[in-house]
């Protein structure tokens, strides 16, 4: 009985899956943190190749710290037209937070950002999944103040989800991002691209927390909760740069 809402997910009957999962969860707290990864594709209304919900079973995180020229990219978004303004993200329950629109992947001062951001998904990334392209579809920027609080959430139009630092105290554990883990273990990916290698480790526990140091880019399956509080009292302004990827299929 435990292992039907996975041959349900497995054979894209993802509604039932759910079902199922909340009913074994009434005996089990193990199956209640899986209801939510269940919910996640019963929200998509996509139809997954089972080969490919094989492999997005196991969660997944990738990261590496690149050096991707910040300091323009900075300017950019304090010099951003509608910054601070309120828009239809300003109402979303976090807390001391202001997140842009999420369209900078279409405006001139961050095309290159997200299209290098892109091309390394697709040549490091996509082949783990068995897929040959994965896209960039939106991009936007998070300034975060002392004591603010993005709240547990989880990305439901996207496959995979990213952020990239663009300054951060590199020297404080204070502002981590939080990643639940709804299974046993995590597979983690770290990239050293100067030695063209990387490394694989497995993550066993409940929360995987990430303290971020400037330039590092780390990446998800988007069915991952997270969040994030920045109780750090020596930077003002946590400035990171967030996106959501789709499979092409």
Known sequence: ???FPKFLYLTNFFRLAVYFSK???IFSKKEKKRTSF?????KRKSHFDKDLLKILYKPKIFILNHDFETKNIINSIYNYENLFDVNEFTNDGHKKI??????LHEKKNFINISKNIENFVRKNIANIFNLKKINLIKMWFVITKQSGIINKHSHFDSDLSGVL?????????????????PFEEIDIYTFNLSLNKVEKNTFVGDKYL???????L?????YLEHS?????????????????LIFKI
Do not use: T
């Open 1 to 3: 009985m435990k292992n």
């Open 98 to 103: 202001y997140q842009s629109e999420h369209n």
């Open 210 to 216: 990430f303290s971020p140091k400037n330039n590092d």
């Open 165 to 181: 630092y663009l300054k951060v105290n590199n020297n404080s554990s204070n502002s981590r991002l939080e990643i639940f883990n």
């Open 38 to 42: 269940y919910n996640f594709f019963k």
């Open 23 to 25: 009913l074994i969860s």
């Open 228 to 244: 994030v509080q920045n109780k750090d009292s020596n930077i003002s302004d946590r400035i990171s740069l967030p996106f959501d």
């Open 218 to 222: 780390i990446i998800f399956n988007s």
